[in-house]
């Protein structure tokens, strides 16, 4: 009778045992199925921010083209601006000079 009484108490026993470890296990699953998750979302905000980091430097680069060409056409005015106007009529008005300047009379 002991006997059986010590077989019953250790099947319990191994029945406690196994039902821990099963809720233990699953505890276990659950937590890293969450890890997993929140990796998977880290890794999709890490994409989505590079993909508008990189837009965002295009853009930039873009920008600063863009004051550059204003920069390059605007320049010829800002020159002739900063000429006396006299000089630059007087540049217009005089006669031409140097090797273009004489011509060859025509033959016939």
Known sequence: ????????????RQKIQ???ADTESEKFRLKEAELKK????????NEDLSRKLKQGSQQLQ???L????EAIL????KKARSRPRWKLYARRLSPPTGPRSIRSPRRS
Do not use: F, N, S, Y
């Open 1 to 12: 009778m002991q006997l059986e009484v010590v077989r019953k108490i250790d099947e319990e």
């Open 18 to 20: 196994k039902q821990i």
């Open 38 to 45: 929140q990796i998977d979302d880290a890794m999709k905000v």
């Open 62 to 64: 873009g920008e600063v």
């Open 66 to 69: 863009e004051l550059e060409l």
């Open 74 to 77: 605007t320049e010829p005015e």
